[in-house]
């Protein structure tokens, strides 16, 4: 009779404790931030990187070599995103009062009919609603945010070059220092190839929207299409809300330029290509493999974007990931994994 008293303060104890660490691990996170961001974006790059460097070793070519090529693919790369939106940016913002007083105008028009009709709006509020500054914070803060960590660029690539350099051996190491050595090999394996597929399949997907949107926006003659396919290709990896914000200033500018017939040729054609790419070809190349329900999904965007900030909303599904097969793998944490999975896996599973 003791011990059944006993064991509920036991369990309700070690509850306490698990939340408690959870809420210390989090603040410490937060915390930590500005240290963990570019760690984090370190690693996912190299973790994309590490596939066609072991490749060009295979092939014969020197370590070094190996990694010098893929060091500057990196820098090349950035450097190319960097000049192309820093560029278009600045030319844009240099535009933007015009294209605010034209919008207003165009408002006021607007509200006069509205009026007339008897309907009365605030004008100040929708004003506020429909301003091409709006979705230009957002950016701002993406864009900043990815400035920053950027800007720390030597140490990055000091963490992309040791994590690979690490990475033919981490598995003996693994296994040398675990208790259960076949296990942990598997979710190690595990993590890595769900990681490696997502950003790939993801990076691909985004880069074709981003062209889609590019290419579409300069055939319908809207000012900036290299900028808005760049906010495209960026948005999109944040899930569920990244190609909405995306599409805004783009429709906004259209209406500006054109007219509202053309704003809305300008979002039916976002709505086609986001249909085509975000919800056939990616689910397709996907699968099921992630595992992680939708509504996981749109609350790691809002706990990862707490923590990390912008940079963590762009990392959310792939960390995400991480955590559910870390709890996947140990038997009193496995109830949060199902918990996290999508219905069809864990249908599957049982």
């Known amino acids: 009779m003791s011990a059944e008293r006993v064991k509920p303060k036991q369990t309700t104890r070690s509850v306490l404790l698990n939340v408690a660490a959870f809420i210390v691990v989090v603040a410490g996170m937060r915390a930590a931030s500005s240290l963990l961001v570019p760690f984090l974006f370190a690693l996912f790059i190299a973790i994309i990187c590490i596939s066609p460097f072991f490749w060009m070793q295979r092939r014969g070519l020197p370590t070094i070599l190996s990694l010098f090529i893929i060091i500057l693919v990196i820098l090349g790369i950035g450097f190319l995103f960097g000049t192309l939106i820093g560029r278009s940016i600045n030319q844009f913002s240099n535009n933007l009062p015009v294209y605010e007083k034209i919008l207003e105008q165009k408002t006021t028009v607007f509200l006069s009919w509205l009026s007339e009709m008897g309907a009365e709006i605030p004008r100040e509020q929708w004003r506020e609603s429909f301003s091409l500054k709006e979705p230009f914070i957002i950016l701002g803060g993406l864009v900043g945010a990815l400035s920053n960590v950027l800007s720390k660029t030597v140490l990055i690539i000091l963490i992309v070059i040791f994590i690979l350099l690490e990475a033919a051996g981490f598995p003996q190491k693994l296994q040398a220092v675990s208790n259960n050595p076949k296990k942990s090999l598997s979710n190690f394996s ?31 003659g809207i000012d900036y299409p290299l900028l808005w396919g760049m906010l495209a290709f960026l948005l999109n990896f944040i899930p569920n809300i990244g190609s909405l914000i995306a599409a805004i200033p783009a429709v906004l500018l259209a209406l500006v330029q054109f007219g509202l017939g053309m704003a809305g040729v300008t979002a039916l054609g976002y709505l086609i290509i986001n249909t085509l790419f975000g919800t056939f070809l990616e689910p397709k190349l996907l699968g099921q493999g992630l595992g992680l329900s939708t509504l996981v999904v749109f609350l790691s965007l809002i706990f990862w974007g707490w923590i990390l900030g912008p940079v963590g909303m762009l990392l959310s599904v792939p960390l995400t990931m991480v955590v559910k097969i870390a709890l996947d793998s140990q038997e009193e944490t496995h109830w949060i994994g199902i918990m996290l999975g999508s219905q069809m896996e864990d249908s599957s599973d049982h």
């Open 190 to 220: 595990k993590i890595h190839d769900n990681i490696k597929r997502y950003m790939a399949i993801k990076t691909i997907i985004s880069f074709a929207t981003g062209l889609s949107v590019s290419i579409f926006l300069y055939i319908l």
